[in-house]
């Protein structure tokens, strides 16, 4: 009787024990659940978090700005670094003239950079394609575009800004007016999003950059009898008859086909897309009649 009474003991502890595990794993399992529920939570606040803060505009724009300056200072000093070593001629240069040379170095950069963005975002992506049906391409904007506007402002700014404190020697009149009517509509179709097909076609124009440092370049370094001063000639006309002649046409057949888009914009739109791209092309033509000039008068000395 008494080892049946042990035996029914030890079977009701055992179960005891059993229940007592069952009930550990499920609160365990319960726990687990909890836990996975509360890391998903903050995950998900996590990605509103960077959708309303790190990706809003004010965000993009102000980094990307912000970003562009500090880039510009970087590639200065690094022009600076590696010019000074790898160049020979340019510890003879003048203290304006090793200025310039760096500050051209941070002009071909941004021209590489943007030429290839603008070139993408309003030819190669689906972003301002007349097949997409996402409303009017004038209005259309995104994260990138905002942000590569961005970032060529800040460019805009520091290279006004150097243009101003060394006036006139990295740039007279013309180029002030340059800067200035490409920040209002640079700055305009960032803030807004509205145009910035339009200011993506006059940015690829920059394009002809790198080709003028280069002659420039050639000539400090005393290469101007060169054949790659000539070559760099040539190169400069044709660059600059696509980039900044041909274009300019097409911009404004873009926006005589699409004027049932350009007429619902604002009066402040209208008037920058009338008269900032009008301007450019006025100066573009009488920059390309000095650099044909300047090629013939090249071929004369050659011959």
């Not at 050639?218 to 400069?236: E, P, R, T």
Request: aromatic letters at 16%.
């Amino acid at each position: 009787m008494q080892g049946e009474i042990k035996y029914g003991q030890k079977s009701k502890y055992v179960y005891t024990e059993y229940k007592l595990f069952r009930g550990e794993r499920k609160s365990s399992i319960i726990s687990s659940a909890t836990a996975l529920m509360e890391i998903s939570g903050y995950q998900t606040h996590a990605e509103l978090l960077l959708r309303n803060y790190m990706l809003s505009d004010s965000f993009v724009i102000y980094s990307s700005v912000i970003g562009g300056i500090f880039a510009c200072k970087l590639v200065y000093d690094l022009s600076q670094i590696f010019t000074s070593i790898y160049f020979k001629c340019y510890a003879k240069l003048s203290k304006s003239q090793q200025v310039e040379w760096n500050n051209r170095s941070i002009s071909t950069v941004h021209a590489i950079l943007v030429t290839t963005m603008s070139l993408y975002l309003a030819f190669w992506s689906d972003l301002f394609s007349d097949n997409q049906l996402s409303g009017p391409v004038i209005m259309r904007s995104s994260t990138l575009s905002t942000f590569v506007l961005g970032v060529s402002m800040g460019y805009f700014l520091t290279d006004l800004a150097m243009i101003l404190w060394f006036y006139p020697s990295l740039g007279g009149l013309e180029y002030l007016v340059h800067h200035l009517l490409s920040m209002v509509a640079v700055t305009y179709a960032m803030l807004t999003g509205k145009g910035q097909l339009y200011v993506f076609m006059v940015l690829v124009s920059e394009a002809t950059t790198p080709g003028i440092n280069l002659r420039w370049y050639l000539d400090v370094a005393g290469m101007k009898k060169s054949k790659a001063y000539l070559v760099n000639g040539f190169m400069m006309v044709f660059a600059w008859l696509v980039a900044r002649i041909l274009l300019f046409i097409y911009l404004f057949h873009h926006v005589y086909i699409h004027y049932d888009q350009v007429k619902h914009l604002p009066s402040f739109a209208i008037f920058l897309l009338s008269v900032v791209p009008l301007i450019l092309t006025v100066m573009n033509l009488v920059w390309f009649w000095k650099i044909v000039k300047g090629l013939k008068k090249t071929l004369v000395k050659r011959q």
